[in-house]
């Protein structure tokens, strides 16, 4: 078997898989869910349920705001309780509706037969678009990008490449590893869904070499899905990074401050595929997805399909409470997760995995002086130049951090992970790239 | 600490290498020829890298805690580094004062008084040995202790020429010079120990194969270009690979983290200069021996290198 | 021998009269033109190049003022320096009301417990952008002194021990480069009183009353007492947190005593008379905080999640 990669930089964290054999198992419905009105990249939707209201599982309750937003549905049936601000992952209050459960209603209109929808010829490209729009469809591989809004490509570009991206390079988690063994077929459709969307005839499935059974699984599904490839990628983070996921499956690199369909590709997470089947075959928008909980002392991590909404603290609860040497809680993979300050915050679209790390792994080592050995510039995956960034960061020197493209950066953490005197470099470059976003927006108004 | 959550910007992962396992590893690939120069030079060998790495350890401590008056952090190996090497840059029977004094000005010169770890622009080490071979030119260059002989000596050593020396040059045996057993410093003898160490450092991803590599091949180029013109005047390439501290220089010194280029295509460029030099002053300067100069100007020009010259960005240059 | 020293004086001292020629030549060729009245506006500024003034350094305002003078203030110089900035041009200057840095925020390390620890780089922005702080307040001050650093006159400093900056009312010129530096704006610039008294509302959360005093003792709850309590109006509660207008404010400190959690305070002010209702907290003196604590500090309630995680 031949495995693709990525030419510039990348780091090897051991991948920890610890629940890769853990069948996805739904979460039990909680007593209340309080739905985020702010779950994606864009403008926040805008909530169309009053206090009071009935729901049930599947309806709209909040719409999209613009070109750039997603709408947002109930993930449970019952009564509004409240609409008002509530703390998220940052200790931060976002706008959110609070809805107390009863019994699990879904809406008339979804399709929750189980057999496998397959026939799509009827279907057109916009009708493709517009339903993945309906349902809320967003990125569920954490960055959270509407999908309608990707699939819905400019007259002057064309796709020739649909890239599925099932990587998964974050160490710990396997959601989209579950799903694409569980739901192949599913996935498989969902690919063609897209194909026909961006009126593409080629589909490439990136998969790691960690993950061999699904590599194998899906190329035999595959022979039956014509147009559709299984590539599978030598172990190495970040090849889940979209730009490196087409460098490695087309050759094609990216060019700064550009998107990928300029290089004619267009990329969606396994998870989000599987999502847009289930949206236009059977009517579903996205109220649920599936959440790896893992950790090296949980007692029985495992893969959850959760409904958007419930509070972190009944998933940990699932996997047998907060071991006794908790030091850091984390949402998403330890890479580029978010630490979180409380359990009491709500599933959201882009919540890949909760992720408690023991104290042996949850501190930062002591801060020592640089000592220029390069390693952080061998690391970038952007060919960047970390130490100098964080340098140019740490002194507000915001002209030279843009000549030095620190737009470029994509936050995925291999300069701090491979430099030796443990130095915050990515706080200060992620600052000196906020600052300087915020001095071109200025400009350009 | 507390029982409360810790909370960090991500990353929330770490890789192995530390200050002190970097160091280590150096320390490590240096052990075969510390074990060969101990089997040549003996006592000599042993108190001068003893002298030289507790001075250096003291002097860092002293001087971070009283001049400084900060928390020392000699144990992240570094200076224990530095007087290792030092000392590999010296002749066996050297005055322990003459050691004490090149420590100092190794540690107080070329590396505290910049601020210490990572702020130096020249290869400490290289600072206090060049500082001694000006302040003390006799006992630096005249008398080399012959191997073996020498061995239960030490101040009162028997001596004898080096290859790189006027008199020596070309003459002596390529094989004694891959395994140890002719005149030099102590580090510089045994090429064969010295590559082993080499190999390690970049199986263990300590150094990458940049700058040894350049170095290598430049100096080949050049030298056999000598030679072919008049074998008569200039020794054989595999001569001057072998000879003197180029093994040494091109695997141990020049690789230095501190005062080297950061991308690739830097490192390369350094490398070439650094032979480049060396080869110049060996054949047409009046040293025998010039790679600590060279090294020392390549370190000054280390940060216009990394000025001007950028790593490979992703997306610049389409591939395929 | 007396040949070479002819020769080498004769081709060093002409090698040094070319020099010197060439160097003239291009001194007088590149001449930048300048008008001379930018030295002389130069000379009366502070030349602290706090960036006060809105110009990038002394030199630059002192060009700018050169241009057009109308409503340049050079806040950190005040109205002496603009004054002398007047003269020099021939013109009038106006008068501005000199300002003062105060922070607003009395979350010290004692009544604003600590709920997780920070261990990212150690700077206010970065943990702002990061996520709401070590405490169960997201909008009080970091104190990792972002201010301290931008602060070009040595006027605030962050107390160690309390965790929060204070302000030197003698050294602060009111140039607000801590006010920018601060990324949760707990800093504002008041109006600058005669023997630096204040009266200000020392809290800025806005979340509901009891959520903010869970997590700071002096917490402003939005109660709006002391908006009922102002006879001069000077007093606003907008979005649970309430502030005193320096422009209406009289200083008459009946607020202060009305205050129930002590998030309003007076400072530089002779102690109250007896007969006075005492405040719920003692008089201050310039910069150090010593009010007393009439109540403990919340206990972190371990059973409650949202607190303290994990079980000591």
């Known amino acids: 078997m031949e495995f693709k990669t990525f030419s510039i930089g990348g780091v090897h964290p051991a991948d920890k898989k610890l629940t890769a054999g853990v069948a996805i198992k739904p979460l039990a419905i909680p007593a209340t869910v309080t739905i985020p009105c702010a779950q994606h990249i864009g403008a926040p939707a805008e909530i169309i349920v009053q206090k009071g209201d009935k729901v049930k599982v599947g309806q709209l309750i909040a719409k999209a705001n613009g070109f750039v937003s997603a709408n947002i549905h109930s993930s449970v049936s019952g009564t509004v309780k409240m609409i008002g601000p509530v703390a998220d992952a940052s200790g931060y209050t976002k706008q959110a509706v609070t809805i107390q459960v009863e019994g699990d209603e879904w809406d008339e209109s979804i399709d929750r037969t189980p057999d496998i929808k397959r026939n799509i010829d009827d279907l057109k490209a916009e009708d493709i678009v517009n339903k993945v729009h309906e349902a809320g469809i967003v990125g569920m591989g954490g960055a959270t990008f509407p999908t309608k809004v990707k699939l819905s490509i400019p007259l002057e570009k064309k796709a020739d490449a649909v890239i599925i991206n099932a990587v998964e390079c974050e160490p710990y988690l396997t959601a989209d590893h579950r799903v694409m063994l569980e739901k192949g077929e599913e996935l498989m459709i969902g690919t063609q869904l897209i194909m026909k969307a961006v009126r593409c005839e080629n589909a490439y499935i990136g998969i790691e070499q960690n993950k061999l059974d699904a590599i194998k699984y899906l190329t035999e599904l595959s022979s039956k899905y014509p147009g559709i490839k299984v590539v599978p990628l030598k172990l190495k983070y970040p090849q889940g990074s979209e730009k490196h996921l087409i460098a490695a499956i087309t050759g094609r690199e990216v060019p700064s401050g550009r998107l990928p369909i300029d290089v004619g590709a267009v990329v969606d997470n396994a998870g989000t595929a599987v999502a847009i089947y289930e949206a236009v075959m059977k009517n579903k928008p996205l109220f649920e997805r599936v959440v790896t909980v893992t950790g090296d002392s949980v007692k029985n991590p495992g893969n959850f399909l959760v409904r958007i909404g419930t509070p972190i603290k009944n998933l940990v609860d699932e996997v047998g409470g907060l071991p006794e040497d908790t030091g850091k809680i984390i949402s998403g993979g330890p890479m580029m997760g978010k630490a979180i300050t409380t359990l009491d915050i709500p599933v959201a679209k882009g919540t890949s995995g909760v992720l408690i790390l023991p104290q042996t792994l949850a501190h930062r080592g002591e801060v020592e002086n640089c000592i220029r050995c390069g390693k952080c510039v061998d690391a970038c995956p952007m060919g960047l130049e970390p130490y100098l960034l964080s340098a140019y960061a740490s002194r507000k020197n915001f002209e030279e951090l843009e000549n030095n493209h620190v737009t470029d950066c994509i936050e995925c953490g291999c300069c701090v992970f491979s430099c030796p005197s443990n130095r915050p470099i990515l706080d200060f470059v992620r600052f000196g790239k906020q600052s300087v976003m915020k001095i071109i927006r200025s400009r350009k108004k | 600490m507390s029982n409360l959550l810790t909370i960090s910007p991500s990353p929330h992962a770490k890789g192995k290498d530390t200050v002190k396992s970097l160091m280590g590893g150096v320390l490590i690939a240096l052990a075969p020829a510390f074990l060969v120069s101990l089997y040549f030079f003996g006592i000599g060998a042993l108190i001068t890298t003893l002298v030289s790495v507790i001075s250096c350890v003291l002097f860092e401590w002293l001087i971070t805690k009283f001049i400084l008056k900060q928390t020392p952090h000699i144990c992240d190996l570094s200076a224990v580094l530095t007087g290792v090497l030092l000392a590999f840059n010296l002749p066996s029977n050297i005055s322990p004062f003459i050691v004490m004094f090149g420590a100092l000005i190794a540690i107080g010169v070329g590396k505290m008084s910049f601020g210490g770890l990572g702020q130096n622009p020249f290869n400490p080490a290289l600072v206090g040995r060049v500082f001694l071979l000006i302040s003390f030119p006799v006992q630096m260059t005249g008398a080399w202790p012959k191997p073996i002989e020498a061995r239960w000596q030490y101040l009162d050593a028997v001596t004898g020429a080096t290859p790189m020396s006027y008199s020596e040059l070309g003459k002596v045996n390529l094989m004694d010079m891959f395994l140890g057993g002719v005149g030099g410093s102590l580090g510089e003898v045994a090429a064969l120990a010295l590559i082993l160490g080499g190999v390690y450092l970049i199986v263990k991803r300590i150094i990458t194969w940049h700058i040894p590599v350049s170095i290598l091949l430049t100096v080949l180029i050049i030298t056999s270009i000598a030679y072919l013109t008049d074998p008569t005047k200039f020794a054989s390439p595999l001569y001057h690979l072998l000879g003197g501290g180029l093994l040494l220089g091109a695997i141990f010194m020049a690789t230095d983290y501190v005062t080297s280029p950061m991308s690739s295509t830097g490192k390369l460029i350094y490398g070439f200069g650094i032979g480049l030099l060396t080869v110049i002053i060996r054949l047409w300067g009046s040293y025998p021996e010039g790679m600590s100069f060279a090294i020392l100007i390549m370190n000054a020009l280390t940060p216009i290198i990394n000025k001007y010259v950028k790593p490979t960005r992703f997306g610049v240059v389409k591939t395929k | ?312």
Do not use: W
């Open chain 3, 1 to 312: 021998m007396d040949n070479v020293i002819v020769v080498s004086v004769l081709i060093l001292g002409g090698i040094a009269i070319l020099a010197a020629l060439i160097l003239y030549v291009i001194a007088k060729k590149f001449k930048v033109e300048e008008d001379p009245r930018i030295d002389l506006v130069a000379e009366c500024l502070p030349g602290a190049n706090c960036g006060g003034c809105g110009f990038a350094g002394c030199r630059n305002f002192a060009e700018a003022c050169v241009k057009d003078f109308s409503g340049k203030v050079c806040t950190a110089g005040g109205n002496d320096v603009m004054k002398k900035v007047a003269d020099v041009l021939g013109l009038k200057a106006e008068e501005t009301a000199p300002k003062i840095a105060v922070v607003r925020c009395q979350g010290s390390k004692e009544c604003r417990p600590k709920t997780n620890a920070y261990e990212g780089a150690k700077t206010c922005a970065i943990v702002s952008a990061t996520y709401g702080g070590e405490t169960g307040c997201a909008f009080g001050c970091i104190g990792l002194g972002d201010c301290e650093k931008a602060c070009q006159f040595g006027a605030i400093k962050v107390n160690q021990e309390t965790g929060l900056p204070e302000v030197n009312d003698e050294k602060c010129t009111g140039c607000g480069s801590c006010v920018k530096a601060c990324p949760k704006i707990v800093i504002e610039l008041r109006k600058k009183n005669p023997k630096f008294r204040k009266v200000y509302v020392s809290c800025i959360n806005k979340d509901k009353g009891a959520t903010a005093k869970k997590a700071c003792s002096k917490a402003c709850i939005g109660c709006g007492k002391c908006a009922k309590t102002c006879q001069f109006g000077a007093i606003t509660v907008e979005n649970n947190v309430a502030y005193i207008d320096f422009e209406k404010c009289k200083m008459c400190r009946k607020c202060v005593v009305e205050c129930p959690t002590g998030a309003i305070r007076e400072e530089n002010f002779p102690p109250r008379k007896p007969k006075e209702e005492a405040p719920k907290q003692l008089n201050t003196s310039t910069g150090a905080d010593k009010v007393e604590i009439t109540k403990e500090p919340e206990k972190i309630n371990l059973d409650k999640p949202s607190d303290n995680l994990l079980k000591e």
